[in-house]
């Protein structure tokens, strides 16, 4: 065996050996130095995510292991924007984690988290099915176990149970489709399954592609596989939450491109396009609809980022350079605006307990920072101008327009108006924080933890400064058009 393929994986490898070095210190450290394995884990995990920047992007284009696993730009920079992420997520976390009640599996949160991400990398390199499985249930299965880590909480322990089940359906679901797939290619190698189906078996061929679109719904939370979303985002520790909401969507979201494009390109038109088409509307329209519903803040979230998850689905059904470009742009966007509002919550959280939005009337009159930065996470949100998630949707409203099908301007043309809905929802939770009046705040004036403060802050400048910084998006367009035998080889047949 050739073990110079596995430096092909240097972002991998970094994870893996980045995982036992966080293991060892878990071990055999002092528990009385609470805090030193939160630090440890968070500058480690940054040099990590600097190292994926700094390594050349143009040497990064290889395959390995007969071309099941597969790295170039885009795979690169998708990976270094989960990673950006994960960093905000676990600089979050650290006031959480170096709480008592983290004490006895502090180490446990920080592994799961990361061999979950680790998963996120298979998944993104696959260029096989059998290897995009183990990425996929890597990814999914340590997710269960975090989300239970709360054991005092009833609600956790019934969020965790429903994500397990869902996990375990969606995977039966998405493998039973993969049957399909191998029933009529012969092969489980992406570039080769769409030369080797045979267009005339049109039945199987959209059981195949339907099932394999159920079973990514599921892990995307697209509607009509999205009813387990809201109670996990609620029962599991906001922590884990805001990482389910950003990172795990935004590796599946990039892994459903490469696999409807590759696989599935050359029957986009006749079997998938439309799928595609109805599950986007239904999507966008639910999400926005249910979200106007909401009073407690983490089931808020969860119908929005639902709503959002159709709108990264333009993206997919652009199918084009562009379309990759302004997925990943917005899933960059997506995860500072996110988390921006997943932090606030959390502050107040760790402080007093409160998730509901009425508890956050005149936020603003004792915690103006922490109702300031909800604020700006809000209308990053909605796409008002000029915050980065303005132009993370019109970018991606572009890309969708980019074929020129009149579908699809039609498509667009609902996004747009379920836009102009969500707009509604998102500024009650600003209406509540700055016009709503009571005579005593239910949350009072209290200092977040450093670390928290930090996180917001990182996520602000994010929301502010993407959008005018434009070669974010140049760059993540000119990644798109690197190596493009890795994203869009079906179509090239």
Not at 228 to 233: E, H, L, Q, S
Not at 267 to 282: P, V
Not at 349 to 376: H, I, Q, R, W
Request: hydrophobic share 55%.
């Amino acid at each position: 065996m050739d073990y110079s393929q596995f430096l092909v994986m240097h972002q991998e490898i970094g994870l893996l050996v980045l995982i036992l070095l966080v293991f060892l210190f878990d071990t055999f450290s002092s528990r009385q130095a609470p805090r030193g394995l939160s630090m440890f884990t968070v500058c480690l995990f940054a040099l990590v995510t600097i190292g994926g920047f700094v390594y050349p992007w143009d040497a990064t284009s290889a395959t390995a292991f007969g071309g099941m696993y597969a790295t170039s730009p885009v795979m690169t920079a998708i990976k270094n924007i989960l990673n950006i992420g994960a960093l905000i997520v676990l600089v979050q976390a650290m006031q959480w984690a170096d709480s008592e009640f983290m004490k006895v599996r502090r180490g446990e949160f920080y592994e799961l988290l990361l061999i979950t991400l680790f998963g996120m990398y298979l998944m993104i390199s696959a260029r096989h099915f059998l290897l995009f499985i183990i990425g996929l249930e890597t990814a999914s299965l340590p997710l269960a176990a975090l989300v239970a880590f709360d054991k005092q909480r009833y609600e956790s322990h019934e969020a965790a149970i429903k994500y397990l089940l869902t996990a375990v359906f969606s995977s039966a679901i998405f493998m039973m489709g993969l049957s399909f797939v191998y029933a009529l290619s012969g092969t489980l190698y992406f570039a080769d399954i769409a030369a080797s189906i045979n267009p005339q078996n049109s039945l199987m061929l959209l059981l195949a592609i339907a099932f394999v679109i159920a079973g990514m719904g599921f892990k995307l939370s697209l509607v009509p596989f999205h009813l387990w979303t809201a109670d996990v985002y609620q029962g599991a520790p906001t922590t884990i939450t805001s990482y389910l909401s950003v990172i795990s969507k935004g590796a599946a979201a990039f892994s459903f491109f490469v696999i409807m494009v590759q696989v599935f390109g050359p029957f986009y038109g006749k079997a998938w396009e439309w799928m595609l088409y109805a599950l986007i509307i239904l999507t966008i329209t639910v999400g926005n609809l249910f979200a106007l519903r909401q009073k407690n803040l983490k089931r808020f979230l969860a119908f929005s980022s639902i709503s959002q998850a159709g709108y990264i689905m333009l993206g997919v059904m652009a199918a084009t350079t562009q379309g990759l470009g302004s997925l990943m742009y917005y899933i960059l966007v997506y995860i500072f605006s996110n988390l921006a509002a997943f932090g606030v919550i959390q502050a107040i959280e760790n402080k007093t307990g409160k998730v509901d939005m009425d508890s956050y009337n005149n936020l603003y009159s004792t915690n103006p920072k922490l109702a300031f930065t909800m604020m700006l996470a809000m209308f990053s949100l909605a796409g008002i101008p000029p915050f980065a998630g303005f132009f993370s949707k019109f970018f991606i409203f572009a890309a969708a327009t980019e074929p020129g099908t009149p579908a699809l301007y039609v498509l667009v043309l609902i996004a747009l108006i379920n836009t102009i809905i969500s707009l509604y929802y998102y500024l009650l939770v600003v209406k509540a924080m700055f016009i709503n009046n009571q005579e005593a705040c239910v949350i009072p004036a209290f200092r977040s933890a450093g670390s928290e403060r930090l996180a917001m802050t990182v996520c602000v400048a994010g929301i502010i400064l993407i959008g005018i910084v434009s070669c974010i998006y140049n760059g993540l367009i000119n990644a798109s058009v690197m190596n493009p035998e890795y994203i869009f080889a079906s179509f090239a047949n």
